[in-house]
């Protein structure tokens, strides 16, 4: 009975877990590619 009451829970912090971790990795590519292309612009 507990397992019920708690597995939608758990259920939506793993959703926001993995909109995190998406987000983030978009955000490390966004940074790495900005990166690259200064590197890349000075030498």
Request: glycine share 2%.
């Amino acid at each position: 009975m507990i397992f019920f009451e708690f597995a939608p829970q758990a259920w939506k912090l793993a959703q926001i877990h993995e909109t995190m971790i998406l987000i983030l990795n978009f955000c490390m590519k966004s940074l790495f590619g900005d990166f690259n292309s200064i590197k890349n612009s000075f030498y």
